[in-house]
């Protein structure tokens, strides 16, 4: 029998340094639950995408915007692109897989409303598209 414990033990390692460099982006976060709270109380929207692990990230997401999270409470206006497969399948057939969030954020995205843009490597050109779209509709961006 093989022993993992090793890896385990670097597996916590890492775990706990991630931990301690986060204390480093508080203020960012804390920035973050502010453009929330403000879009939310001047009722707008939240919109949420990313691609592959970061498109299940932006799902999870909404959905506890819309569902609940700790507290009973109202739903809060959100919406994760990556959830229409006819969308996603007709857009990226039609227009390229680029467009994919492009096209939604064109049709969906209001000024004022708060997109969530979810980008491990901050490279993905569907992401940047979609990006670029939103600024243009004068949405407030987080990458």
Do not use: W
């Not at 022993?3 to 033990?9: A, F, K, M, P, V």
């Not at 969308?87 to 680029?98: M, P, S």
């Amino acid at each position: 029998m093989k022993n993992y414990e090793n890896e385990i033990l670097n597996i916590f390692e890492k775990s706990t340094e991630v931990i301690h460099k986060s204390k480093a982006i508080s203020k960012d976060i804390n920035s973050v639950v502010n453009m929330i709270i403000e879009t939310i109380e001047n009722e707008n929207k939240i919109v949420i995408f990313g691609n592959g692990g970061s498109a299940a990230d932006a799902q999870h997401m909404s959905a506890e915007f819309v569902g609940r999270y700790l507290i009973e409470r109202e739903s809060l206006p959100a919406i994760a692109l990556t959830t229409d497969t006819s969308a996603l399948t007709g857009i990226g057939n039609d227009y390229g897989f680029k467009q994919i969030f492009a096209r939604q954020c064109d049709a969906l995205v209001n000024n004022g409303d708060l997109v969530i843009a979810i980008s491990t490597s901050g490279k993905s050109p569907n992401i940047i598209e979609g990006i670029k779209t939103c600024k243009k509709k004068k949405a407030k961006i987080v990458v």
